[in-house]
């Protein structure tokens, strides 16, 4: 759990404390994108304590080596079971892939508490899978409910690490220059 401020009543967020602001692998904060050195925008969700999907979805980074598959022959089991025979592994990746809905679990629930995080990840999670079928391809219908989880287990932590940035600058309303992100470590 990340460390916290404590604050008076208990704020839209479902929790009593604000937690500290997080810092992607750019030092840039994952909610307002000042950088550590700089003090946070007074609107900056860990200011106000008002987190967002598209916060979640930057928190979300920093989880996925937690929540990284690591059994290869599960993966194919699992890909196979549904129709996705030929599926093809990206730049070598070697192991089985990232449970994203969990990581962004985890990122919900040290951010806004159990009580609020299962909305927030669903509206999340809706947000990036419309993202991904609009960036890499429509998806059959029945195929829509798997796009982010075949999207973790199929993708390099970098391209997952992007798409994620990518969908948060979207929803935010701004543009995400690929250049400027730089390499997540794994």
């Given amino acids: 759990m990340p460390e916290t401020r404590t604050h008076g009543p208990e704020r839209s967020n479902g929790r009593a404390t604000t937690p500290l602001a ?72 070697r192991h089985g892939g990232y449970h994203l809905r969990s990581a962004m679990v985890a990122a919900a629930v040290e951010l806004v508490g159990e009580t609020h995080a299962t909305s927030l990840v669903e509206r999340a999670r809706e947000f990036l899978t419309d993202f991904l079928v609009v960036e890499r391809g429509a998806a059959p219908q029945p195929m829509r409910a798997l796009v982010v989880y075949l999207h973790g287990m199929t993708t390099d932590l970098q391209d997952i690490s992007r798409s994620l940035y990518a969908a948060a600058a979207r929803l935010d309303g701004h543009d995400f220059n690929a250049e400027d992100f730089g390499e997540v470590d794994s």
Avoid: K, M
């Avoid at 990284?68 to 996705?84: F, M, P």
């Fill in 22 to 93: 997080e810092y992607d692998h750019n030092g840039n904060c994952v909610g307002c994108g000042t950088h550590r050195n700089a003090p946070c925008r007074p609107a900056c969700p860990f200011q106000t304590g008002v987190f967002d999907e598209s916060t979640i979805l930057r928190a979300t980074v920093r989880r996925l080596a937690e929540h990284r598959v690591t059994d290869g022959q599960a993966r194919r089991r699992v890909l196979r079971e549904l129709g996705c025979v030929e599926w093809t592994v990206r730049r070598g990746q």
